[in-house]
């Protein structure tokens, strides 16, 4: 997913193409009790770019907000992933007074990077 103008899309990867990255058993047990617990939604996404004349795709999310949206990027980081951070120290907590998204954290302790890393790992391991 992409945000483009402040809008969600379905879009392929910047390269266009399509990789595989192994997970640990642990982590894909997790996921098994993760979905049994919580289905995937399908959500309905314009394919490539937003606007009205753009085709869409349905696709199951694992991950949605509570009314079943798809989840923005910029929400996760506010909301979910830097305040797991702070929580465990790896970035100050958010300043009283400030505004949500108004962290004191770098770029590199965005979520997206932790995709990065993780397949950097894989890729030097020789997976």
């Not at 996404?45 to 999310?61: A, E, H, I």
């Not at 079943?68 to 007074?97: C, D, F, M, Q």
Request: aromatic content about 8%; some cysteine; charged content about 20%.
């Amino acid at each position: 997913m992409q945000t483009i103008d402040g809008k969600l899309c379905y879009a392929p990867p910047k390269s266009r193409m399509s990789r595989i990255a192994d997970m640990p058993t642990s982590v894909a047990e997790a996921l098994k009790r993760h979905i049994a617990e919580y289905p995937s939604v399908e959500v309905e996404l314009p394919w490539g770019r937003p606007g009205s004349d753009v085709p869409t795709k349905r696709l199951p999310l694992l991950l949605t907000t509570r009314f079943h949206n798809a989840v923005a990027v910029n929400t996760w980081n506010t909301y979910t992933w830097k305040p797991a951070l702070a929580k465990v120290g790896i970035i100050p907590s958010r300043r009283e007074g400030t505004k949500p998204w108004q962290w004191a954290a770098a770029p590199k302790d965005g979520f997206h990077v932790l995709r990065h890393t993780y397949a950097s790992i894989n890729h030097a391991g020789g997976r």
